[in-house]
């Protein structure tokens, strides 16, 4: 079957006389598996409605393979959606909830026939095809949706939160299947989420939504490595946005101030565009740095050239394993710091005194905050 794109030029969308999609711009490339990420009422699910046709855009262009669809009805768009609930019909057995659409599309018996069974076989479902949705897991369940929707053989997949009702385990399972079913079948690919880890460990690339608008889209490594704004730095991963001022730039280098550590050189190179007129010597910026590249110890290490030290006090800390995330107060800034956990190693405690080092090579300079 052709992969398609899928398009959004300016598309703006009101409910009465709140904008809930203002000027969204993006493009999912054909067999593309492409995440809408964001907080709940971001407007993530309004989007993939308005691409499946059961909500039409104020202004703007849907364009599948090309072709403006933002006026067609749903049942003209060779679109498939796997709802939150599933929605299987619960009297049915597997195979007619499978062959439902078939069904209703009137294809010739043998051909039903052929694709329920090659699309049981895809789910790894054939041995349950008798069985009624009440008779199945919350996994299983799932596999019957997307089978169902495969069936029809849709140009686009569309899911809304197609794991949120699967408990942790099942969902990071589901997660793999869903992408490796994926990949067979090369279908574009909508998947709507609010879990981060979930739309990293599968898009091929996903757009940060936030009250209607598209923050960045990118890699999941983009998006975590070169945030545009604090927006997304804070919701791929977690981020410290540090006060910084700067003290000096030159070609290669930025010198800032960082609360009372003496002038820490860094790279330009290892920076995504800042605008010039941040790069101007007293200008406040931030600088951000994940837990992670942030070390603690009890005193700076004086021959420690790749880290910025500064002097702070535990505030407390959560042990989660493999790592345990301090928060640290350094003057007026609190820094969170996961440090990687040994067997045997102990805690900090709270009110501990500590020195913090962040990896100066990590190191983001992006225009101060507003909010
Ligand atoms: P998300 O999927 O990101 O959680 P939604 O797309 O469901 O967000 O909702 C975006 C915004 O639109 C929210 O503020 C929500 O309250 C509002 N909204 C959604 N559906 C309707 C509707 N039918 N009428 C009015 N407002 C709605």
Not at 179 to 185: I, K
């Amino acid at each position: 079957m052709k992969k398609v794109s899928v398009e959004c030029r300016n598309i703006c969308l009101s409910y009465g006389s709140t904008d809930v999609l203002k000027d969204i711009n993006l493009k999912v490339e054909p067999g593309e598996f492409f995440a809408l990420l964001g907080p709940s009422g971001s407007g993530k699910s309004t989007l993939l409605r308005l691409i499946a046709g059961f909500n039409h855009p104020r202004q703007g262009q849907l364009l599948i393979d090309g072709k403006d669809f933002a006026q067609v009805p749903p049942w003209d768009r060779n679109i498939g959606m796997v709802f939150q609930s599933y929605a299987l019909w619960p009297h049915m057995t597997v195979w007619d909830n499978i062959a439902f659409g078939l069904v209703e599309r009137r294809l010739p018996r043998a051909q039903i026939k052929q694709r329920v069974e090659a699309a049981l076989d895809l789910v790894g479902l054939s041995a349950m095809a008798g069985r009624r949705p009440n008779q199945l897991s919350g996994g299983q369940q799932q596999r019957v949706a997307l089978a169902r929707t495969i069936v029809i053989e849709p140009q686009v997949l569309l899911l809304d939160e197609p794991l949120s009702n699967l408990d942790k385990n099942l969902r990071i399972q589901m997660r793999q299947e869903l992408l490796s079913l994926q990949r067979r079948l090369g279908i574009t690919t909508i998947f709507v989420t609010h879990d981060q880890e979930e739309a990293m460990t599968t898009a091929d690339r996903m757009a940060i939504l936030n009250h209607g608008t598209v923050q960045q889209i990118g890699t999941p490594t983009a998006l975590f490595d070169f945030p545009d704004n604090h927006f997304v730095a804070n919701f791929v991963g977690s981020m410290n946005i540090l006060h910084a001022k700067i003290r000096d730039v030159d070609a290669n280098t930025i010198t800032i101030g960082l609360g009372q550590s003496p002038s820490i050189c860094i790279s330009r190179h290892q920076q995504a565009d800042i605008p010039t007129s941040c790069l101007t010597p007293g200008t406040t910026v931030s600088a951000n740095c994940r837990p992670h590249h942030i070390r603690i110890e009890r005193q700076a290490p004086v021959d420690s050239v790749d880290r910025a030290w500064i002097s702070g006090t535990v505030q407390s800390s959560e042990f989660l394993g493999e790592f345990t995330r301090y928060s640290i107060q350094t003057g007026s800034e609190r820094i969170t710091a996961d440090h990687p956990h040994r067997a045997g190693q102990s805690v900090w405690p709270d009110g501990a005194s500590v020195a913090v080092g962040i990896d100066i090579q990590q190191i983001r300079i992006m225009e101060a905050s507003h909010d």
